[in-house]
């Protein structure tokens, strides 16, 4: 099986920074794209960054120039660096990973996610 599990959520007031942390471990092939997503409180999840395999990002418009997201190949994971946070951040953060497996001889290619982490930004 895979398992994502995020780190680095927390409580921060704003103008802060936090940087969220997301390892994908298990039976893991490859990896396609990676992301980040977000849901406050009452509102629906919402896309908030992507990576590709070779590294190219996409953003919601709300955080383009404050947030960044990357990954380490190697480590099988996935960062969002958040500067310049707003109460509007507010939410639970949680990754997102297409990751094929390896079962036998078969390639078994599904959609993962992780537990989610707390971002509150409140001063």
């Known amino acids: 099986q895979v398992q994502l599990v995020e780190s680095g959520g927390g409580l921060v007031q704003p103008g802060g920074s936090l940087r969220l942390s997301c390892v994908a471990s298990g039976s893991i092939f490859s990896i396609n794209a990676m992301g980040w997503y977000r849901q406050a409180p009452g509102k629906q999840r919402e896309l908030v960054a992507t990576?590709?395999?070779?590294?190219?990002?996409n953003y919601v418009d709300s955080v383009k120039g404050r947030f960044t997201i990357s990954r380490d190949n190697a480590k099988n994971t996935v960062y969002l660096q958040m500067n310049s946070l707003k109460p509007e951040d507010t939410a639970v953060y949680y990754c997102?990973?297409?990751?094929?497996?390896?079962?036998?001889?078969?390639?078994?290619?599904?959609?993962?996610w992780g537990q989610g982490t707390q971002v509150t930004v409140s001063s």
């Open positions: 990576i590709t395999s070779g590294g190219t990002t």
């Open positions: 997102s990973a297409d990751i094929v497996r390896a079962v036998g001889s078969f390639r078994l290619r599904n959609d993962y």
